[in-house]
């Protein structure tokens, strides 16, 4: 693991703090949109281009545009509204870091064997021609959860009828 | 080999940073929209564990095939969770969980 590595990962339980941790939705799905560009970085310097792409351009871009749209759907609250539930939400949400703090100190005293033998490195081919020649079953799989999609959203928006 | 292990492990303990991040986020929010981004959470933190799983056990090209497929499945969610979240605000005026006790069937 190279220092940056460390700084990427870092940056990305920072991020997915920040989400968790702001009042405000809106910052809440930027914070979102950072730890899924972390991830994107991540991704490229562990040799997974094509997932890395899809990961940009899915869960940076699409999903953080469907966010933004819900919220800005939704009527925003009141001044009264925001400090009665800013003060409900600092003691809820302070034991948060304090959690991650702990697990982390526990995770570091476990003793984890360091001779653990990992199976054996195998000779792939690309990730395209697995996903097109060997897993065909799973781009099935695909279109059909994608069509259950539009028909959920077909569903849900659908206007009533006027008597 | 051991190197690997090593790059796995160190992985992990950040990945089960995040993966507490969500957890907690969903268990504590009464906020719809902080549900689905908890979950949002989650789903990432999987989807980087599948990677380092893929990169140290040489299998990169599954690792990524798998991911494209987790990736697909997301967003459908997502867009699906957003549409019932917005017909439920329409409905309640509210994104508060609490208010969603009129369930009669």
């Known amino acids: ?163 | 080999m051991i190197a690997d292990w090593q790059l796995f492990t160190g992985f992990a303990f950040f990945i089960i940073m995040v993966l507490i991040a969500g957890l907690y986020c969903i268990l504590v929010t009464r906020n719809l929209m902080r549900v689905v981004i908890g979950l949002e959470l989650l789903t990432k933190a999987v989807t980087l564990l599948i990677i380092i799983a893929g990169y140290v056990t040489g299998r990169i090209a599954l690792a990524q095939s798998l991911v494209i497929t987790l990736i697909i499945i997301e967003v459908v969610v997502i867009a699906v969770a957003s549409g019932v979240i917005l017909s439920i605000y329409r409905h309640n005026e509210s994104l508060a969980v609490s208010n969603l006790d009129s369930l009669k069937g």
Not at chain 1, 97 to 112: D, F, H, N, W, Y
Not at chain 1, 145 to 161: D, N, P
Request: glycine share 4%; aromatic share 8%.
């Open chain 1, 1 to 163: 693991m190279t220092i940056i590595d460390i700084i990427l990962l870092t940056a990305m339980v920072m991020a997915a703090l920040w989400t968790v941790m702001t009042r405000s939705l809106l910052k809440s799905t930027i914070g979102l949109a950072f730890t899924s560009a972390i991830i994107t970085i991540i991704m490229f310097r562990l040799d997974s281009p094509l997932a890395a792409v899809f990961e940009l351009s899915v869960c940076t871009g699409l999903i953080t545009a469907v966010f933004i749209s819900t919220i800005s759907l939704v009527r925003p609250l009141t001044h009264k509204q925001i400090i009665q539930l800013s003060k409900d939400r600092i003691k809820r949400f302070w034991y948060l870091p304090a959690i991650v703090i702990i697990v982390g100190i526990a995770l570091m005293c476990l003793k984890i064997p360091a001779d653990f033998k990992m199976p054996a490195k195998l000779a792939q081919g690309d990730a395209r021609n697995l996903l097109w020649n060997s897993r065909q079953l799973d781009l099935f799989g695909q279109i059909v959860v994608l069509l259950a999609g539009v028909f959920g959203i077909v569903l849900l928006f659908k206007e009533t009828k006027k008597k």
